[in-house]
């Protein structure tokens, strides 16, 4: 079963109007009490409501003209591979780790950290990235600052 995992990248349908009509269905849905696959035989099966989540999302994703990437991924990470999710180099990754913002573990040698540790230090700084630019939009209208530059200054 794990040889059958693998990483794939998924693009969108050149003509994705079967899968839009689809996704303004789903989306109009309430959420059902219980989803199920029906397959090709007519066999069914429940769908775990996670599972659910994420088909939602990746018919929306698809219906909007976007390719979906599905990785399996281990829930221990090397430094390099906790550093390739965060879109950081792996020395940036580990000041993070030696200075506490991410926890982790020691493996003789080497450092592992937790699939759940990255994501949610991931959630946690982008939740204050957008408290601080809407902060900084606060303070730029109360200060009026938005007519100030309305109409640019000339310069020759």
Wanted: glycine share 4%; hydrophobic share 40%; no cysteine.
């Amino acid at each position: 079963m794990v040889d059958a995992l693998r990483e794939r990248t998924v693009l969108p349908p050149a003509d994705s109007s079967d899968l839009a009509r689809f996704a303004r269905r789903l989306a109009r849905l309430e959420e059902p009490a219980r989803a199920r696959l029906v397959g090709p035989d007519g066999s069914q099966i429940d769908i775990p409501d996670e599972l659910y989540g994420v088909l939602h999302d990746v018919v929306t994703a698809l219906s909007h003209g976007l390719a979906i990437s599905i990785a399996p991924h281990n829930t221990m990470l090397t430094t390099q591979e906790a550093a390739d999710l965060l879109n950081v180099s792996r020395p940036t990754l580990v000041r993070l780790l030696t200075e506490g913002e991410i926890s982790y573990t020691m493996r003789g040698r080497h450092r592992r950290v937790m699939l759940r540790d990255i994501l949610d230090y991931r959630e946690r700084t982008r939740r204050e990235h957008r408290q601080t630019l809407d902060q900084i939009a606060a303070d730029a209208e109360d200060d009026d600052l938005y007519n100030v530059t309305a109409v640019p200054k000339r310069t020759r």
